[in-house]
């Protein structure tokens, strides 16, 4: 039987420069040049004070693990070959969270506070998802 | 200010058995749970002038016969003058209640008729279930294409909470026993056989540490209630249930992004409400916290102010919250037990509220209930809605 496709993001327009920035390797967010705050997931104004003028910023990548899951069962259709994988919030330095997986270790050993390093997955010629590694 | 305090009350509820019924269309579970509410509030049909049913998720050509007023002609409303949908996912009871209410309190209708009904039970497949809700109220952009879903969103919110207070699995796991001994004096609830802490977590895991009987599952079912003004609802029945008060905090579409996974919007939210009717949480007889999953029930506990944070599994695993313990908490099983209907699993709390109170809960009914409180939370627990309901007007 044929393995379901991977769900690939479905873009808004005002989201497409952090895609194309994930593609070549770069993890991306905005901040709000009037409240200075960073912004994620991308915004048409800023959040916190409804500001227009926008920008983006490189992240640095460094994160820690706000909470986590290991995903060992029931997990959607286009998933189940990756069981046991892990979902995680992880919290950006910058001051925002998102939701991403923990790869390049044993799904055991996540910890909640651990800090990550973020790294790249190309799913498809069109989208590469930003992942996280223990450092 | 809420201005709906012992302005607007329930008088007639219904409900259908929750379960996997193959035989039965899903209109039945909303006709004939309107049905009932009508007979129970034991007015002319032809009174009722605006109906709101709820959405359902299991096929889009049977919420379409919601939106295109199936109920009213299935019935003969012949007085109906409005058919709209009112739907916030898992808070739409909750918000029955508020934009019901101020339908009646403007004089906009006398009788407003409050419907839900789904099929996720026998209309989609377990998996098609899992695969429905790994997208229904998940970001496409940001989550979905990480594997999220709702069972590892359980995990995500159980995890951090266990590190922050230090709650067991086995306070967790007691939550779903305190359900369980509901659910087995409710007829209405599918899973009705004694559940101990040992079987709970022998289960199957699912996403770390929440395991399979942790998990809500998914059933055909319907409920309904009726709304009216105070005044009217003291000519036709002795126990009107009133609205006493009411509030919400919306705090996130995207899970990642809620700030707070262990607390949510529960304490502002009731802090208003509670002030509105006049109370604090000493004067509540009966519980209906949104249950869902375990995690859910221990937060909206401590949050709304029943015990302090990193208190509440003791409270379910010590039976305050049984039948017969000093806080009757989720008496219809919630949807842990009495099962998982959408939209229902918060219209089902809301009437299970309204049941205690008018006196009509049977062999599980809360002695001598007054004051009862009642939460819903939509999509990804994405608002805290909390709603206080009396037969007193404090």
Known sequence: MDRPKKPAPIVNDWARPFWEAARQGKLTIQQCKD??????????????????????????????????????????????????????????????????????????????????????????????????KPI | MGRLKGKVAIVGIGEVPTGRFPDRAAIFHAVESARLAIKDAGINKDLIDFVMPTAALYSPQFNTELVTCRIAEELGLRNAKTNCQIFAGGSSGSCFLKLGGSIIETGIANYVLCVHADRLGTGVTAQGGIDLFSTAGISAEWEVPFGQHYSAIAGLTTTRYKYETGCTDEQLAAVCVSNRKWAELNPNAFFRKPLTIEEVLASKMLSTPLRAKQSNMLFDGGSALIITSAERAAEITEKPVYLLGESGRVTHFVFSQEPDLTRFGWAEAAKEAFGEAGITPNDVDVAEIYDSYPIYQVIGMEELGFCRRGEAGEMYLKGDTWPGGRLPTTTNGGMLSQGHTGAGGGVALLVEAVRQLMGKAGQRQAPDAKIAVETGTGGTYMDAQVTILGTVIP
């Not at chain 1, 048409?44 to 500001?51: A, E, I, K, M, V």
């Not at chain 1, 069981?83 to 910058?94: G, Q, S, W």
């Open chain 1, 35 to 132: 409240c200075k705050k960073p912004i994620f997931y991308p915004r048409l104004c800023c959040p916190h004070c409804f500001s227009e003028d926008i920008h983006w910023i490189e992240a640095s990548g460094k994160a820690t693990v706000y909470s986590y899951t290991v995903v060992e069962n029931n997990a959607p259709s286009a998933f189940i070959a990756d069981m046991p994988y892990v979902v995680a919030v992880v919290r950006l330095e910058e001051g925002v969270q998102m939701l991403s997986n923990i790869v390049g270790c044993d799904p055991y050993e996540v910890k909640c506070d651990m800090p990550v390093q973020v790294t790249f997955e190309k799913l498809d010629e069109e989208f590469t998802l930003p992942k996280f």
